[in-house]
Structures are given as C-alpha cells and as structure tokens.
C-alpha cells in the first residue's frame, strides 16, 4: 500500500477499504448509590423556624457522618426558607415559615445504605429520597466495554471481507462515536432505581428494598481497515 492509497478517503480497487461499527452493552454490579434528604421545618415566626432547621440539619449530618467510610461524599445542596402568606385579607399577613435544607450523600457500602437510610427516614420532618445507583467513572467496566466494542468491528470487518473471498491488512482508523462531528457520544447508560420516604414524628421506618439495581454499559466505535483485493 502506498502512502497515496492510504490517504483516499474511499479506498482503491487494489486497496478497497470497509468500514465498520463496533457496539458491546454489558450489565455490571452497581458501585455507588446516591440518596436524597430533604430536611423541613415549620414555624410560626423566622427565628423558631430557623432554629428548629437547623437542629435538624445537624442531627442529619451527624448521623450520616457517624457512618465513616462508607460514606465517600456529603454534600449541602439548596436551602430556603419561605413566607407562607395569609389567604384572606389584604394585607401581607405571614401566616408561617417554612425552611428547607437539600442533602446528598454518596455511599459504596450497601449495606450501610439500608440501615441509614431507615434511620433517616425516622427522623422528624426528613424526607429521603433514592437511592440511585451508578458506576464510578472510572470504573474497569467502562475499559471492557470499549475492549468488547474494538473486538467486535474487527470481527465484523472480517466477516465482510471474507463474504468477498479477501482478508483484512491494516486498520485505518479507530474513532470513538462524535469524535469526527458534534454528536455526542454516549459511552455507558446507568439505570436507576428511585423510592421515596417520609417521616414525622409519629411516623416508624417503612420497609426497605434496597436491591442494587445492575448497570448497563455501552460502547460504541467506528473502525476503517483496508483489505486484500476480493475475489469477485
């Protein structure tokens, strides 16, 4: 092959071209779950319902940080706290405060992530929501997708090139889907599976299934090789 063969885009007659998408989707254990606590509070004037906020707010973070290691991120999301108005009469009559703090902890202990969110759950005024279960990043799962997608261009590519009664030479070109254009590529899809609970003072912990839900990763590539002239 020369070096001009190898610069047309289309291939040549003596150096014909084949041009292939390789795929793989495989299901894995997830590694992480995410859950959600939304932390309320009520009262009839600011300052009670503040105080009564953050109480609870640091009974939620001391529980969920008594946990250790397990717990691989705690993070503080968005905190209000709202007027509730008077329905009748004109004037701007507050009726009540409602304040609420958003909190998102990560956990990779499963275990440890039914028995805290129970206790979550039982506490006053808390709502928990989750958990949502994903992969890391950088995950080896992600790897053996993309390992398997190669694989199977390379087995398609073949089997066009024996349908001609020719072989594969040389790879061209390997390119991860939307590296050539602005398509986005979409390595992996985690799936998620979602509950709620909520809880008052009088409220117990409901019954939990917490289950991992598996993982579905997905890899995708293009791949170009040249061939031995077919036998047509």
């Given amino acids: ?17 084949v041009a292939v998408r390789g795929e793989a989707r495989i299901e894995v254990d997830p590694e992480i779950a995410r859950i959600g606590i939304t932390v309320s509070a009520r009262g009839t004037d600011r300052r009670t319902a503040l105080e009564d906020l953050t109480r609870r707010n640091n009974t939620v973070l001391d529980l969920i940080k008594s946990y250790g290691d397990p717990v691989e991120k705690l993070e503080t999301g968005a905190f209000s706290i709202t007027p509730e108005l008077t329905r009748h009469g004109r004037a701007e009559r507050i009726r009540a405060y409602h304040g609420r703090v958003h909190i998102t902890a990560e956990l990779s202990d499963f275990t440890t992530l039914g028995e805290l969110t129970t206790r979550l759950a039982d506490l006053e005024l808390t709502q928990v929501d989750g958990p949502w279960w994903a992969l890391r990043p950088t995950s080896p799962a992600h ?13 398609r590519a073949r089997e066009y090139a024996e349908a ?57 590539v293009n791949a170009r090789f040249t061939m031995t002239p077919p036998q047509l």
Wanted: charged letters at 20%; a negative charge.
């Fill in 164 to 220: 001609l009664g020719a072989d594969l030479a040389a790879l061209v070109e390997l390119a991860d889907l939307g590296a050539e254009n602005a398509a986005p590529f979409a390595a992996a899809g985690t799936g998620m599976r979602t509950m709620a609970f909520s809880a008052t003072e009088d409220a117990g912990p409901p019954p939990l299934d917490l289950e991992p839900q598996r993982q579905t990763v997905h890899a995708q």
């Fill in 143 to 155: 790897g053996q997708a993309r390992r398997q997608a190669v694989l199977e261009a390379v087995q």
């Fill in 1 to 17: 092959m020369t070096q001009d063969s190898a610069h047309q885009p289309y291939g040549t007659p003596e150096v014909p071209r």
